[in-house]
């Protein structure tokens, strides 16, 4: 959503100030908020579209400054995951690492942010429900059903992401009245809320001329979602089957992968084909807020003119993530994850300053490793090769690698870009919540246990082949390959029983997502976290020592956050704690 594209979006900065306006808390009860809107100005179609597009805008988690609501997870996706760590140095941003070593409690801030900001989410949503039931003689029928049906898949959207951080959540509809919500507790049937929301907006939406909105197939892919995630795998199946089949973007044109793996996250690209539902951003709103303010802290560590961002050095791919890229001599992964062997982990330059020479890895590798890591010597978005420890803040701390996925291009800076304010690192690449090859590995998994295992290796391979495309290859200046790129698709073999095809689809969906704050919530889902984080801390620590000594995750308790302790004490007796904590 830049100026220059959708300058329709605009609005979003009016949108966020409207949204905090109507937000209810006790105070705003019982003394009227200075400048607050007079009905007037909400109760036509134009106010009630800008009551909407305030919901919309809580995608973006924007409720504070802090990094805690972050719409793409890095911190509860992508590092308790093992995607990544903390990174840059000791004492930035401290608490970050005792949360990354599964320590962080009730109190932990960050946790308070996400769930204010999600729950801010729900409240916009309801705020739109109950003023087009007011103001029903504003908007014509197919108006009001757009709107309702708009504004309860966002509502889905934000209960389903509590639901999978914090599994015991207050849920609540429109119909409940404000003085109310503060006595129901945290015991509601979340699922039932999420599919209903999700039901009407497929039963009631058309498909949307306005990027960036939602429409009744991305409420498909994300009922079919919700399904997976409850373990329903039939009606996650039929879900998934419709969607594939029909499901059409705001111009019309049939969902499907990119060419160009890269071009995923790329800003001059956005609104593409592979977008299903996602967070817009745009540049030169007099706000940093509407660009990827939730990144600005990702990026590479005093890179200067040479490089992006300029600070600061946090989001740092882990060893475990870089090495899980290996590839045997045919091009297919480690399955059994040798890729932790000694005579299998990339070469790095762990240790080696940018002016030492360094020989780079030469083994075989999936191409998507340098699309989603940046490491020494491989060309880093047009800007320069890697230099290795002169962009990284301290190597022994948050190790020797970068993230890519959402920096961007040295031709964007200043244009895809807000350079408004104290760093260059808000980008404005949009962030997919769901995309089409993660659709392809949802439905992969629902063929599993329907028995159709050559639908579920088609699905697979399909993302597969679109990753071994060599001519969207990280290339040197002479065009040669940038590494030795070998990717090949899964055969027959390897999809002989579920038991191998869910290996296979677990770890594709590992090496396809990483960085964009699914994993985390993959391994809980299918029951393998406690095995697979502990395996991943143990195998980290011997690398980084001051990040990760004493990591360790409780099964039973570290699967979801903690409650927290401010909303606890908000409403003492009516929200319960989780198990652990």
Not at 309 to 335: H, M, V
Not at 400 to 415: E, L
Not at 514 to 539: C, K, M, P, T
Request: hydrophobic letters at 35%; proline letters at 5%; aromatic letters at 12%.
């Amino acid at each position: 959503m830049k100026t220059d594209k959708n300058t329709n979006r605009l609005i979003i900065v009016f949108a966020l100030m409207l949204g905090l306006i109507l937000s209810c808390s006790d105070e705003f009860l019982e003394v009227p908020p200075t400048g607050v809107l007079a009905d007037a100005q909400v109760s036509t179609a134009d106010g009630i579209d800008g009551l909407l597009i305030g919901a919309y805008s809580m995608l973006n988690g924007a409720l504070t400054g802090n990094r805690g609501s972050t719409p793409n997870n890095w911190l509860t996706g992508s590092i308790l995951g093992g995607d990544a760590n903390k990174g840059t140095d000791p004492g930035d941003g401290a608490n970050l690492a005792t949360f990354q070593r599964f320590q962080a409690d009730a109190t932990f801030a960050e946790i308070n942010e996400l769930w204010n900001a999600r729950y801010e989410g729900v409240n916009r949503c309801n705020v739109v429900l109950r003023t087009v039931e007011e103001n029903l003689d504003a908007l014509t029928t197919e108006k009001a059903t757009s709107v309702r049906a708009q504004a309860r898949m966002l509502r889905g959207h934000f209960y389903f992401d509590l639901k999978k951080q914090f599994n015991n959540i207050v849920v609540f509809d429109e119909n409940v009245p404000t003085e109310e919500i503060p006595e129901i507790p945290n015991n509601g049937d979340a699922w039932a809320q999420i599919e209903a929301d999700f039901q009407f907006a497929y039963d009631n939406l058309s498909v949307q001329t306005d990027a960036g909105r939602v429409n009744k197939w991305a409420a498909a892919a994300y009922m079919g979602k919700a399904k997976l995630y409850q373990g329903k795998y039939a009606e996650a199946k039929e879900w998934f089957d419709d969607f594939i089949a029909n499901g059409v973007n705001y111009n019309g044109e049939k969902f499907a992968l990119l060419p160009s793996y890269p071009e995923i996250f790329n800003a001059e690209n956005d609104n593409h084909n592979e977008t299903i539902m996602d967070v817009e951003s745009s540049n030169a709103t007099g706000s940093v807020r509407n660009a990827n303010w939730f990144d600005d802290l990702n990026y590479p560590y005093l890179t200067g003119v040479e490089g992006p961002g300029d600070c600061c050095g946090f989001f740092q791919p882990s060893f475990e993530l870089a090495n899980s890229f290996r590839t045997t001599a045919e091009g297919l992964p480690l399955l059994d994850k040798s890729y932790r062997d000694p005579e299998n982990e990339l070469v790095t330059d762990m240790g080696i300053a940018s002016t030492e020479a360094f020989t780079p890895d030469s083994g075989p590798l999936d191409p998507r490793i340098d699309f989603s890591v940046g490491r020494r010597d491989i060309p880093y978005l047009g800007w320069k090769p890697h230099p290795g420890q002169a962009w990284i803040r301290v190597q022994s701390y948050g190790g020797p690698y970068s993230p890519k996925k959402f920096v961007y291009y040295a031709g964007q800076d200043g244009s895809f870009t807000d350079t408004s304010s104290w760093t260059r690192g808000y980008a404005t690449m949009n962030y997919p919540i769901i995309r089409y090859a993660d659709v392809l590995l949802m439905a992969a998994e629902a063929e599993i246990e329907a028995g159709s295992l050559e639908q579920a290796r088609t699905y697979v391979n399909m993302v597969r082949e679109r990753a071994a495309n060599s001519e969207f290859w990280i290339k040197n200046d002479d065009g040669s390959d940038a590494a030795n790129y070998v990717i090949a698709e899964y055969p027959e073999s390897q999809f002989a029983t579920p038991e191998s095809a869910r290996e296979a689809v677990y770890f594709e969906r590992k090496l396809e997502l990483s960085g964009e704050g699914h994993r985390f919530f993959d391994l809980v889902r299918w029951g393998i976290a406690d095995q697979e984080i502990n395996e991943y801390l143990d195998y980290e620590v011997q690398y980084l020592q001051s990040a990760y000594s004493g990591a360790q995750f409780t099964p039973g308790k570290d699967e979801y956050r903690a409650i927290p302790q401010t909303q606890l004490d908000l409403q003492p007796g009516v929200l319960t704690q989780n198990p652990g904590y």
